[in-house]
């Protein structure tokens, strides 16, 4: 919660779930299933948006729609480097958009 202190947007959030509130962390869908259960919300009225692979995987599990949203470069902080976009969404960012010119 400390980056969304930071970028001042901790307001904007109703609820908050970690993998500190759950059994099983993702790719298990818990946090999904927790999150929905909070909302008083249904898999079929509830959209997941994603930046992982792991987390993509868990909405799936957990029956939701999904739609990844990855920058066209990023750093995978599990390997430590940087892996270009190869899934369903990716934002163009001012460096991607002078690439391609």
Same mark, same amino acid.
């Given at each position: 919660m400390a *980056? =969304? &202190?930071?970028?001042r947007i901790l307001n904007f959030f109703?609820? *908050?779930i /970690?993998?500190?509130d759950v059994e099983n962390v993702k790719p298990f869908p818990d946090v999904y &299933? %927790? +999150?929905i &259960? =909070? +909302?008083? +919300?249904? &898999?079929?009225? /509830?959209l997941a948006l994603e930046d992982s692979s792991t987390g993509v995987i868990a909405a799936q599990n957990a029956g939701l729609e999904v739609v990844q949203v990855i920058a066209e470069y990023r *750093?995978?902080?599990?390997i430590g480097k940087i892996? %270009?976009?190869d899934l369903s969404f990716s934002i163009m960012n001012e460096e991607s958009e002078e690439k391609e010119r």
């Open positions: *980056i =969304l &202190e930071k970028m109703e609820g *908050i /970690t993998a500190d &299933e %927790k +999150a &259960e =909070l +909302a008083n +919300a249904s &898999e079929k009225d /509830t *750093i995978d902080a599990r892996v %270009k976009s």
